[in-house]
């Protein structure tokens, strides 16, 4: 039945965009059914994000057509596509941290009464209800910057939802979303869905992608390879799909053999919300440790407080039989420890930078010590990162904001590599970043092990946590509910514990 073109709210035909030399879509066809989710999936660098992009008007595309509701379009532009029936939330958080919610809503559109003034009393109605519909509370005259990352992703799809599309794209939504959020984003989108109204996702969450999808498509290096509905295919089919190869194995061996205890936290407790509750451990040398929890655990309040980023009320860090209670992120640095933070802006991407620059900036010793490293040691370094992260980019001097957000992550992770840390601490490392590459991540934070240095890695992905850790510690509400052995635990045990403090 759906053959029939009326049944068709998007059709792509043809699409291709290049970036000077780097031909990005290569004449791609995509339909997409009324009243239905495609999922959108393949790896970083792949061309999902460039690709909506041109449908949204933020990119002109250079050749092919979109027809969306039986109407050739070609959007101008992002406000263009929004008064036309397309949304878009982009995978790169992008909000006035300034201004409060109900301002972010109405950017670009604030609704004036009959005097031509804004009319902040209907603004605050409308928003209001918009979010009592989608189950989401905030205080609406907050500033941005308040909430945490999860509410302003909440925020992003509360506002696509508003100017009432027939297409919404959603530009890996969830990836700092707590589950019941998704949980909620899920029940919406099944509603919009229900209403005719169709939803493009793009996720690198197997299991989201099944449970949310009826159809999925997959990309591979700007070519469409693949549109099967969902109930007609399964994983390893999606993943060769993806990679042009299968994957036998999602984790490699963990065969690291941690040494004597390196460091050890003894009765650690912070001053702020949300407060860490007498926090003790032991690191050893060359383990990898990882902390899981739900969302709000605690987790990454912890990496932030042995980092020195945070205030301690009690309780000391201890690193090498040493006291080591750092004042500042600097202190932390200076001696050998690295934190991979969980937000990726937050990361300090300098986006006006090329990748040489934004791979080499943290090595600040040198810098520091008057050995600068040369020009030439500053490309070869970032060449190397490149190669060992498999970043997909044109070389060394491409600009930061030029590569997909999963390739950008990449670039982070390189530039802590180059430190070489001793104690490298990661929060959700993998998020965003596509299986073959996470196999990848997930070989090099064991080499890193055997060669003696330290991991200690959050993750709320569970099959994450158990294939690549020694020990894990389990995080419950600021308290560490239990540190259990990887090899003798299981899903059930690491849920018990996580909500025993709940
Ligand atoms: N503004 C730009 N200038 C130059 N090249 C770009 C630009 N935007 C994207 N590209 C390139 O286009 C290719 C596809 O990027 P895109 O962001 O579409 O990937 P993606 O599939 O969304 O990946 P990810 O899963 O990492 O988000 C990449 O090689 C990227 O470097
Ligand atoms: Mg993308």
């Known amino acids: 039945m759906a053959d029939d073109k009326k049944d068709y709210i998007l059709s792509i035909k043809g699409m291709s965009k290049s970036f000077g030399r780097n031909k990005v879509l290569k004449g791609i066809n995509m339909d997409v059914k009324r009243g239905s989710i495609m999922g959108l999936m393949g790896e970083n660098g792949a061309g999902k994000s460039t690709m909506m992009k041109c449908l949204f008007g933020t990119y002109q595309k250079d050749e092919g057509t979109i ?61 209001s209800d918009l979010f009592r519909k989608l189950g989401i509370t905030v205080n609406l005259t907050q500033p941005m910057k308040r909430m945490s990352v999860s509410q302003r992703q909440m925020c992003e799809i509360a506002k696509a939802i508003s100017y009432n599309s027939k297409v919404i794209v959603l530009d890996e939504p969830t990836s700092s979303l707590t589950a019941p959020e998704v949980a909620k984003l899920f029940k919406m989108m099944r509603q919009l869905r229900d209403q005719g109204i169709s939803l493009v996702y793009i996720s690198h969450k197997m299991d989201e992608i099944f449970d949310i999808c009826d159809q999925i498509s997959v990309l591979r290096d700007g070519a469409l390879v693949m549109t099967k509905d969902s109930k007609d295919t399964d994983m390893n089919e999606l993943i060769s799909a993806m990679v042009g190869r299968s994957l036998d194995n999602r984790f490699p061996p963990v065969d690291n053999q941690p040494g004597e205890t390196i460091l050890q936290v003894n009765g650690l407790s912070t001053k702020y919300a949300p407060k860490l509750q007498n926090i003790s451990f032991d690191v050893k040398k060359g383990e990898i440790f990882g902390l899981y929890g739900l969302v709000g655990a605690g987790r990454t309040e912890l990496l932030e407080t042995i980092f020195g980023m945070r205030t301690r009320a009690a309780g000391n860090v201890i690193y090498r039989g040493k006291m080591m209670n750092f004042d500042s992120p600097k202190d932390a640095m200076d001696h050998g420890f690295a934190l991979i933070t969980e937000e990726r802006k937050a990361n300090g991407l300098f986006l006006k930078a090329d990748l040489t620059f934004n791979t080499t900036i943290a090595n600040m010793k040198q810098y520091r010590s008057g050995i600068a490293l040369s020009n030439d040691q500053m490309v070869r370094a970032t060449s190397e990162e490149i190669r060992i992260m498999h970043t997909k980019c044109m070389g060394p001097d491409d600009l930061i904001s030029s590569l997909s957000g999963g390739n950008q992550q990449k670039v982070i992770f390189g530039r802590w590599l180059e430190r070489s840390p001793s104690i490298f601490m990661m929060d959700d490392p993998t ?54 052995n990887t090899k003798e635990t299981n899903q059930e045990e690491l849920l018990r514990l996580s909500a025993m403090y709940l």
């Open 67 to 127: 027809v969306l509701d039986g109407k050739e379009v070609n959007f101008s532009g992002p406000k263009d596509a929004l008064e036309n029936g397309v949304a878009m939330v982009h995978q790169e958080l992008n909000q006035c941290l300034e201004r409060s919610v109900v301002d972010n809503l109405f950017l670009g559109r604030y609704p004036k009464n009959s005097f031509g003034v804004v009319d902040e009393g209907r603004m605050k109605k409308e928003a």
């Open 431 to 484: 998020r965003g970043i596509d299986v073959g590459a996470k196999y990848e991540i997930y070989e090099l934070i064991i080499k890193m092990a055997k060669e003696g240095n330290t991991i200690i890695v959050v993750s709320s992905e569970m099959p994450e946590i158990l294939g690549i850790t020694n020990r894990i510690g389990v995080m419950s509400n600021g308290h560490l509910a239990g540190i259990v």
